[in-house]
């Protein structure tokens, strides 16, 4: 019995020391230890789920009727455009200096030669889009995610995506093109957020359905997908080998199991 | 001295072959991938085939493929151990229609997209290897598609598809498990339901 409880002590030591900054989560962990608000987080999902039900999927589906392909990718690509101040600070701010300047100069290219960035010219000029927003610099220096958390309206984050979110729409170029002209300003940034939230359901359209038709817990299988696909960001003292670590799972999870039982039986 | 520089070469000889014995051979691993996927693409998406033999043709690939057998205990997690035996066949079986169901509605989504291989990574399960591979998007960057793929004896078998970064044994393990305990019914609820959900 002693044996056994040092055993214990010796694996959940371990695992402590092992688990560092953001990655590698264990598999027993992901559902069962980071989402201690799940009781809230099913109701908020179960809001948000009629919300989109009943307004943004209606929306985005007639947004797809009224559209070709062509044109929501050229209304794609105009979205992320003004994206790019925000790529370039927060490149900055993760030390990639050549990145930050390559954002600042595809949003002056795209901006101009791009037609209000509806084209990527830069991109055949050999200079793709660098992604970076808020969430992966405070990944980087080592914030730690949360648990997961479900957001009014804006559904599936953690405290830290929540925070991200929010200082990265400070970032967007007509929030302050149009900051002296209240009326314009309002009328502005309501219709940029409208037409990038009914774009963006229209591009996760299919993967949604798809999750949706082919799951017996849609709330579960979306947070595991959720988490999984956030954690790879990871801190900057992390290696390589670390950001694979959790998918690289050990298919024989029984002793884990055997432990985490027992803990429940305590 | 000289006993010693035996120790070593026997030592060395001796990490060497178990070395070699564990490894599982990469190589081959992509080759088998590349094939399987060849396979689909070819023979399956682009082929111009009735439905039925689209099917049929993807359900013997599937099968041949993957080894559910292994996968579908991993799914279940801690529910395997106390499931009964008819429990478990009922749970794989139930399982591997819903995902022959989920990836053949697929198909019309992977019309005229490739495969592109990228190499190997080392996994830490001895008989395991990572085949890594992008999809080039008509928008933005490819998608990251990773094939997790074990050796035994000389025969290959898929375990894992991990789709940007989401794995998708711990996606099945993470939301069959949390329904288990949040379901009264709990195996047998969630079996009746697969089976619904796949026909």
Request: hydrophobic share 40%; aromatic share 12%.
């Amino acid at each position: 019995m002693q044996k056994k409880v040092l055993f214990v002590v010796l694996l959940s030591f371990m695992m402590v020391t092992t688990t560092s900054c953001t990655t590698s989560r264990s598999v027993t962990d992901e559902h069962d230890q980071t989402d201690t608000l799940e009781a809230y987080n099913r109701a908020m999902f179960k809001f948000n789920y009629e919300f989109d039900k009943y307004i943004l999927k209606p929306l985005a589906e007639g947004y797809r009727d009224i559209t070709t392909p062509y044109i929501r990718r050229r209304v794609n690509t105009a979205l992320a455009n003004l994206k790019e101040p925000l790529y370039a600070t927060n490149n900055l701010l993760q030390g990639e200096f050549k990145d930050s300047g390559i954002s600042l100069f595809r949003f002056a290219v795209n901006s101009t030669l791009g037609l209000a960035g509806m084209y990527d010219v830069a991109e055949g000029w050999g200079f793709p889009r660098k992604q970076a927003g808020f969430d992966s610099t405070l990944a980087k220096w080592c914030v730690k995610d949360g648990p997961y958390l479900i957001l009014p309206i804006f559904g599936p984050s953690t405290p830290r995506a929540a925070v991200s979110l929010a200082l990265d729409s400070a970032f967007n170029p007509l929030y302050w093109a149009t900051y002296n002209d209240a009326n314009v300003h309002d009328k502005v940034t309501y219709s940029y957020a409208v037409v990038s939230g009914v774009a963006t359901r229209e591009s996760v359209m299919d993967i949604w359905n798809d999750l949706e038709r082919n799951s017996v817990d849609f709330y579960a299988a979306m947070r595991s997908a959720y988490l999984q696909n956030r954690g790879q960001s990871g801190c900057y003292n992390d290696t390589e080998s670390n950001a694979q670590a959790a998918y690289d799972f050990d298919f024989g999870v029984e002793d884990e199991d055997e432990i985490y039982n027992e803990m429940e039986n305590q | 001295m000289k006993k010693n520089f035996l120790m070593i070469l026997a030592l060395a000889l001796f990490m060497h072959t178990t070395a070699a014995q564990a490894a599982v051979d990469a190589q081959k691993a992509e080759t088998f991938v590349i094939q399987v996927t060849d396979n689909g693409i070819k023979d399956i998406i682009n082929a111009n085939i009735p439905q039925a033999e689209k099917d049929a043709r993807f359900k013997k690939l599937f099968n041949n493929a993957l080894d559910l057998d292994f996968i579908g205990q991993f799914v279940l997690g801690r529910y395997w151990r106390t499931a009964t035996p008819q429990q478990r066949t009922d749970f794989i079986e139930a399982y591997r229609a819903l995902n022959i169901k989920t990836w053949s509605q697929r198909f019309d989504e992977f019309k005229g997209k490739n495969f592109i291989f990228k190499g190997t990574s080392p996994s830490k399960s001895a008989n395991q290897v990572f085949v890594n591979s992008v999809v080039p998007m008509e928008q933005g960057e490819p998608a990251k598609v990773v094939w997790r793929v074990k050796q035994t004896g000389d025969k290959f078998k898929i375990v894992d598809i991990i789709i940007e970064n989401v794995s998708l044994a711990i996606s099945a393990r993470n939301e069959y498990t949390a329904y288990i305990k949040n379901n009264p019914g709990g195996i047998d609820a969630l079996i009746k339901d697969l089976q619904a959900k796949s026909k």
